[in-house]
Nanobody, 124 residues
Framework: QVQLVESGGGLVQAGGSLRLSCATS????????MGWFRQAPGKEREFVAG????????DYADSVKGRFTISRDNAKITIYLQMNSLKPEDTAVYYC?????????????????WGQGTQVTVSS
C-alpha cells in the first residue's frame, strides 16, 4: 500500500514563501518520478512541477517557473516544493503524486498514487 502525506501548507501573504513536503511509504521511492499538482476551487487539477527518479531532471509549469523549486531526498523518501514569491493565484489545494515510471510527466493520469492534499492560501 503506497501512502503519500503532504505537509507544510498554510496561509501566507503575497510575496511570501512556503515549503511543502511529501513523505512516502509502501514501495521503492527512488524508482519513480514524482510530481506536484494543484487544484483551485472551480478549476481542474493542474500540473505544477515534476522530478524524475534521480532528481536530475525537473519540469515546471510556466506559471511557477522561476518561483518554485521541486527537489527530492531519496534517503528520506520525501519530496519538497519550495514556493517563493507567492501570488494570490497560487491559492489551491496542493497534491503530491507518484508516477508509474522513471520519467517526469505533466499528465495526471500517469500518476497512480496521490496524497490527500494540503491547502495553500495566499492573501493579497
Amino acid at each position: 500500500q503506497v501512502q503519500l502525506v503532504e505537509s507544510g501548507g498554510g496561509l501566507v501573504q503575497a510575496g511570501g514563501s512556503l515549503r511543502l513536503s511529501c513523505a512516502t511509504s509502501g514501495r521503492t521511492f527512488s524508482r519513480y518520478a514524482m510530481g506536484w499538482f494543484r487544484q483551485a476551487p472551480g478549476k481542474e487539477r493542474e500540473f505544477v512541477a515534476g522530478i524524475n527518479w534521480s532528481g536530475g531532471i525537473t519540469d515546471y509549469a510556466d506559471s511557477v517557473k522561476g518561483r518554485f523549486t521541486i527537489s527530492r531526498d531519496n534517503a528520506k523518501i520525501t519530496i519538497y516544493l519550495q514556493m517563493n514569491s507567492l501570488k494570490p493565484e497560487d491559492t489551491a489545494v496542493y497534491y503530491c503524486a507518484e508516477a508509474g515510471g522513471l520519467v517526469v510527466s505533466r499528465l495526471p493520469q500517469l500518476y497512480g498514487y496521490w496524497g490527500q492534499g494540503t491547502q495553500v492560501t495566499v492573501s493579497s
